[in-house]
């Protein structure tokens, strides 16, 4: 902190032995020394080895490839067998970093340009989550998301073979 440099930390939540404590532990630990917070969600992406994996487990709950977007839960974890819930977690993780005053004051007024824009960007996240909560507007979506089913047909791959691939999950 002293040399003016940030420490950005980048972690996954959503991990199969992962408990609620671990999660707010986790929140406690980051507070004084993170610069920079980015939190995903373990997601097991078709075709990869962690996907076989999970699969074999009978941990895929979810076959609507559009959540798979790291944001998303789509797997349960052993205290929590709702995925939904576990993406609130990190909705309420990431909101609670960010709009926590003292990031709210170095979003407005930090000497370091590159913080202040990385925390503009998640304090919009957290405040398109408000809307979504308060008042069910729908989510933020990428702008260049694309459907798998539109990136099969793009890259010339049968949406058909991988449909059926996905009903055996």
């Known amino acids: 902190k002293e040399n003016d440099l940030m420490l950005l930390a980048t972690l996954l939540i959503g991990h199969w032995d992962e408990k609620a404590?671990?999660?707010?532990?986790?929140?406690?630990?980051?507070?004084?020394?993170?610069?920079?917070f980015g939190l995903n969600v373990a997601t097991p992406y078709p075709g990869t080895p962690f996907f076989e994996e999970m699969k074999e487990l009978g941990r895929i709950t979810v076959t609507d490839w559009s959540k798979y977007d790291q944001l998303q839960a789509v797997m349960p974890t052993h205290e929590e067998p709702d995925p939904a819930k576990i993406t609130r977690a990190h909705q309420d993780m990431m909101r609670r970093f960010y709009w926590h005053p003292k990031e709210v004051w170095r979003m407005l007024f930090s000497r370091n340009p590159i913080l202040r824009r990385h925390h503009r960007?998640?304090?919009?996240?957290?405040?398109?989550?408000?809307?979504?909560?308060?008042?069910?507007?729908?989510?933020?979506?990428?702008?260049?998301?694309?459907?798998?089913?539109d990136f099969?047909?793009?890259t010339g791959?049968?949406?058909?073979?991988?449909?059926?691939?996905?009903t055996t999950v």
């Not at 404590?21 to 920079?36: G, W």
């Not at 791959?157 to 996905?166: C, D, V």
């Open 157 to 166: 791959r049968s949406p058909e073979k991988m449909k059926a691939y996905s």
């Open 21 to 36: 404590e671990d999660r707010e532990a986790l929140m406690k630990f980051i507070r004084p020394y993170v610069d920079h």
């Open 121 to 149: 960007h998640f304090m919009k996240y957290g405040f398109e989550i408000m809307l979504h909560e308060l008042f069910g507007r729908p989510m933020w979506t990428q702008p260049n998301f694309q459907t798998f089913e």
């Open 152 to 154: 099969c047909i793009e």
